[in-house]
């Protein structure tokens, strides 16, 4: 399918990397995510977080000013880092850059090395890991910011070489709530596994007894040292080809196996993680979730004719629309354009993976899409439903189509922070939701008012 | 040393100040301290925020996404027609642009979005990029001015070039420019302009509403539902009104030195400041319109007889317990001050991004003692707080929500995405509705911070 070619953006379908980069930070233990560049940038990513997990997220900023624009930003990035340091008692400082600090050239790595000395000189001997990762936001999206820090926190901190059975499972972004859903399954094939960013209690805490500095939670820093000698890593993802990613610096630098699923929604791509992890422990699935999967295929058949044929406009980040797509295809649902804001070049190829030999027609896949094109894209592709995160909502009302809200961000529902995507039981929500609004618009629309569908 | 004064930076300790325990004496407008977690955006935030609301003109955005993307649609700035404003319009700088310049793509995005919306002006906003990179804006701007035949007009709202102040200073540059060129024929004596209202859950159609029945017109809302064309005749008004002031008060001023316009200053909210922004009027149109007085009265009553025996309801629940305030501008926080204590509450903590040490001498002035007034406050400070005043509701915006909510203690949302009006008389209810709903929840007996208490 043609698109137009556009020169400017409307309603971006995409975020800008230090976002990324912060969520990713704010996975581990102790961690303070902090930007280096003006306050702007740290408000803004902080309340359209918060408006996602309802959960507080402080972003630490050098908060430079016109004077460090023109003579380098320093200084205050040190002052900065002694301020997170004194008041919040950071175990790591994620320290990422923005488009101002890349574009006036200050070389955070050098900055933060001579800070390492300064403080060694004044007698200041622990120091909290400092990390630093290049996140211009005129390059990448927020994906790209997220992979690069988790790489940068891995480069960066794993130096310990020493045999470690265990599994390294990197994610990507996925919910709170799937990551909790990941430590469970690992636990259940009692195999010991570091995750990878693990934001899953530090943006998705419980009620406490105090506002914590630094929530609770994360993965361990210990943990993360001893990457480098574990028995394999899982990552997800099926556009990271070209990526930098985490698992291929294990993989190179310390002969960690790697392997590279999709985000495991649907039954193919699920099994594909859980017989990885059957291989890699040498045991077999654990009843529970092979009851998961059988109830899952049983309500495959339930759902069926709901969803033959119906029309899907798949959009968000690449990882996950591929995802997504390939759990569509194995229900009946036809998508009819994969689109992203993402540029990985590998898109349309992954797409290509899960939907041939399933999909009765190839969607149209997009790269780079805003939803000014989304909108007219779907337009001439009559959908009857839209899947993605809450920013689709006006396209979804001006077609008169549900929306099943997924991914990040979701900021008109309640809740979005626990929605669970992956494995049989992820699944297994996506299709409860999915069928359930299909039943619930035709409801609406029916004039009989049926009460029994 | 309580648990607040332990998360205070030293360098911070002069932006806080406890009523009755030493002389009233505070700084204020400095930059933010590094890794303090300040709630305070920037410059861009500061101009989007102002003009956003004009929703048939163009914003578009010239840098890398991020600003562009944080910005749409987020704020709750009602149009009664176009709806232009809430697209979320970028030029997504690249890296190539980065190098290369980013005029000529900001060129050709201007144009496209201009044959595709016809916007009556476009503004083009600035980000830090652009400053460092150079791009000239304004020669861009003033090329497709001519060319499409509508202002075309630059924002200088680099972010780091200060904070939301100087943000609010360009976006009042930029409407200025706007000011002045339209006709002003049938504009009568009794007129208006509403500056720094931005219609949020549609408060400015309450107030214009009000002015209405007072017999007095409005002429331009400016920042809030409003309309290229109102702004170019805003000078035929006979007054400029100016609530958020900080916000909107340099265009009031540039207003009165070019066209000799007068400006009151005015809050919408609570019932004490609503009365008397709306006395304030009539008292500045009565000698054209002596019947003004009368009319104006009686409308201040009739709201009150209905608004009054409402609010005695949730006072009877409300009386003692104990507030907090953290807001962007220091304005309204006077106003919820005298909102509070119309509901029998006591306001214990106070504090702004941007206020002046005029804003916050005047906050002394009306607080208790024991009061905590507080500059460019950040996540550890504003939790200190709240504990340590034990507060029963803390109001302000979605990044202190989770501060209160973590700590168990009620919230009411005053910032620019809320949903219902809190201006006006019905505006007063609906507060202490939120309010009421909010601290009377059953849910707090569960949080273990108040468990036993409950």
């Given amino acids: 399918m043609e698109r137009s070619s556009y020169t400017s953006t409307t309603n971006a379908c995409k975020l800008c990397k230090p976002l990324g980069a912060c969520l990713a930070f704010r996975g581990i233990e102790g961690a303070v995510p902090m930007l280096h560049g003006s306050q702007g940038c740290a408000t803004y990513m902080r309340r359209y977080i918060i408006s996602h997990f309802r959960e507080?997220?402080?972003?630490?900023?050098?908060?430079?000013?016109?004077?460090?624009?023109?003579?380098?930003?320093?200084?205050?990035?040190?002052?900065?880092?002694?301020?997170?340091?004194?008041?919040?008692?950071?175990?790591?400082?994620?320290?990422?850059?923005?488009?101002?600090?890349?574009?006036?050239?200050?070389?955070?790595?050098?900055?933060?090395?001579?800070?390492?000395?300064?403080?060694?000189?004044?007698?200041?001997?622990?120091?909290?890991?400092?990390?630093?990762?290049?996140?211009?936001?005129?390059?990448?999206?927020?994906?790209?910011?997220?992979?690069a820090a988790v790489r940068a926190v891995v480069e960066q901190l794993s130096d310990d070489r020493s045999c470690a059975h265990m599994l390294n499972l990197l994610p990507g972004f996925l919910s709170p709530e799937d990551l909790r859903y990941l430590k469970e399954v690992v636990d259940d094939f009692r195999y010991p596994s570091v995750i990878l960013p693990d934001f899953s209690m530090t943006l998705d805490g419980p009620a406490l007894e105090d506002c914590e500095k630094i929530p609770r939670g994360g993965t361990p820093i210990e943990d993360i040292r001893r990457m480098g000698g574990a028995d394999a890593t899982f990552e997800f993802g099926s556009t990271l080809e070209d990526c930098q990613t985490a698992g291929k610096y294990l993989d190179k630098h310390f002969g960690v196996v790697l392997h590279g699923m999709g985000i495991p929604i649907g039954i193919r791509e699920t099994d594909v993680f859980f017989g990885a992890l059957e291989q890699l422990s040498g045991k077999e699935c654990p009843e529970k979730h092979a009851l998961e999967k059988g109830r899952l295929i049983d309500s495959y058949v339930d759902a069926h004719k709901y969803l033959f044929g119906k029309r899907a406009v798949v959009y968000g980040e690449e990882d996950m629309v591929v995802a997504l797509t390939s759990f569509l295809c194995e229900v009946g649902i036809t998508p009819v354009l994969c689109a992203s804001g993402g540029r990985s070049g590998r898109f349309e190829q992954a797409i290509e993976r899960v939907t041939a030999g399933i999909a009765p027609q190839s969607p149209a896949v997009h790269e780079g899409m805003d939803f000014q094109e989304i909108e007219e894209l779907a337009r001439g592709l009559s959908p009857d439903l839209l899947i993605g995160h809450s920013k689709g909502y006006t396209l979804a009302r001006k077609l008169g189509i549900p929306l099943v809200r997924v991914g990040f961000p979701i900021h008109d529902r309640f809740g979005g922070q626990r929605i669970l995507h992956v494995g049989y039981r992820g699944t297994q929500s996506l299709l409860d939701r999915i069928v359930n609004a299909l039943l619930e618009g035709s409801q609406n629309e029916s004039p009989v008012g049926y009460a029994y569908m | 040393m309580s648990t607040a004064e332990a998360v205070i930076f030293k360098e911070r300790s002069g932006q806080i100040h406890r009523k009755g325990q030493e002389p009233f004496e505070m700084d204020c407008n400095r930059e933010s301290l590094a890794g303090a977690v300040s709630?305070?955006?920037?410059?861009f935030c500061g101009s989007r925020v102002v003009l956003y609301p004009i929703a048939d003109a163009l914003h578009l955005v010239h840098g890398p996404i991020g600003c562009a993307a944080y910005t749409w649609d987020i704020r709750g700035a009602l149009s009664s027609g176009p709806?232009?404003?809430?697209?979320?319009?970028?030029?997504?700088?690249?890296?190539?642009?980065?190098?290369?310049?980013?005029?000529?793509?900001?060129?050709?995005?201007?144009?496209?979005?201009?044959?595709?919306?016809?916007?009556?002006?476009?503004?083009?906003?600035?980000?830090?990029?652009?400053?460092?990179?150079?791009?000239?804006?304004?020669?861009?701007?003033?090329?497709?001015?001519?060319?499409?035949?509508?202002?075309?007009?630059?924002?200088?709202?680099?972010?780091?070039?200060?904070?939301?102040?100087?943000?609010?200073?360009?976006?009042?540059?930029?409407?200025?420019?706007?000011?002045?060129?339209g006709d002003t024929t049938g504009i009568p004596a009794l007129s208006v302009n509403i500056l720094g209202d931005f219609n949020l859950a549609g408060e400015l159609w309450i107030i214009r509403d009000y002015f209405k029945k007072m017999g007095v017109e409005t002429v331009a809302n400016i920042t809030g539902d409003g309309r290229v064309e109102d702004i170019m005749r805003a000078h035929g008004a006979a007054l400029n009104l100016v609530q958020c002031s900080g916000a909107t008060v340099?265009?009031?001023?540039?207003?009165?030195?070019?066209?000799?316009?007068?400006?009151?200053?005015?809050?919408?909210?609570?019932?004490?400041?609503?009365?008397?922004a709306l006395?304030?009027?009539?008292?500045?149109?009565?000698?054209?319109?002596p019947g003004i007085i009368e009319r104006t009265r009686q409308l201040v009553k009739d709201e009150l007889s209905v608004l009054y025996p409402e609010l005695q309801k949730f006072r009877k629940d409300l009386e003692g317990k104990k507030a907090a305030i953290y807001v962007g501008g220091a304005f309204k926080a006077f106003s919820l001050v005298k909102a509070f204590r119309l509901l029998g509450m006591q306001v214990v903590m106070v504090g702004s991004q941007t206020g002046t040490e005029e804003d916050y001498r005047d906050l002394h002035e009306i607080t208790d003692e024991g009061t905590i007034i507080v500059d460019d406050s950040n996540p550890l400070e504003l939790a200190g707080f709240l504990k340590e005043k034990e507060c029963d509701i803390f109001v302000g915006g979605v990044k202190e929500r989770p501060i209160a909510y973590k700590l168990g203690v009620g919230f009411c949302d005053h910032n620019h995405e809320r949903k219902q009006p809190l201006e006006g008389f019905v505006g007063m209810l609906n507060f202490a509705r939120e309010v009421h709903c909010s601290v009377m929840s059953p849910v707090w007996r569960f949080v273990p911070r108040r468990k036993e208490k409950a």
């Fill in chain 1, 56 to 147: 507080p997220m402080d972003i630490a900023s050098s908060s430079l000013g016109e004077k460090h624009a023109v003579y380098g930003g320093g200084p205050n990035l040190k002052q900065g880092l002694q301020n997170v340091m004194a008041k919040f008692g950071a175990k790591l400082i994620g320290v990422a850059t923005t488009c101002l600090t890349e574009t006036i050239g200050d070389d955070v790595p050098m900055i933060v090395k001579e800070f390492r000395n300064e403080m060694r000189q004044s007698g200041v001997l622990q120091l909290p890991a400092l990390v630093t990762v290049s996140t211009p936001s005129y390059s990448g999206t927020h994906m790209e910011g997220f992979h």
């Fill in chain 2, 39 to 43: 709630q305070r955006a920037c410059v």
């Fill in chain 2, 83 to 181: 709806a232009l404003h809430r697209l979320s319009f970028s030029t997504d700088l690249q890296e190539i642009d980065v190098i290369f310049g980013g005029e000529e793509k900001l060129y050709r995005a201007l144009t496209e979005l201009i044959d595709r919306h016809h916007p009556k002006a476009a503004f083009v906003y600035s980000t830090c990029i652009v400053g460092i990179i150079g791009d000239d804006l304004e020669s861009v701007c003033r090329r497709v001015a001519e060319e499409k035949k509508i202002p075309v007009i630059p924002v200088q709202s680099e972010g780091f070039k200060g904070n939301k102040r100087e943000g609010y200073s360009a976006a009042c540059k930029a409407m200025f420019r706007l000011v002045g060129t």
């Fill in chain 2, 250 to 276: 340099e265009l009031a001023k540039m207003m009165k030195e070019s066209f000799g316009i007068p400006f009151k200053r005015v809050s919408y909210f609570g019932v004490e400041d609503m009365a008397q």
């Fill in chain 2, 279 to 289: 006395y304030d009027v009539a008292e500045f149109f009565r000698d054209k319109d």
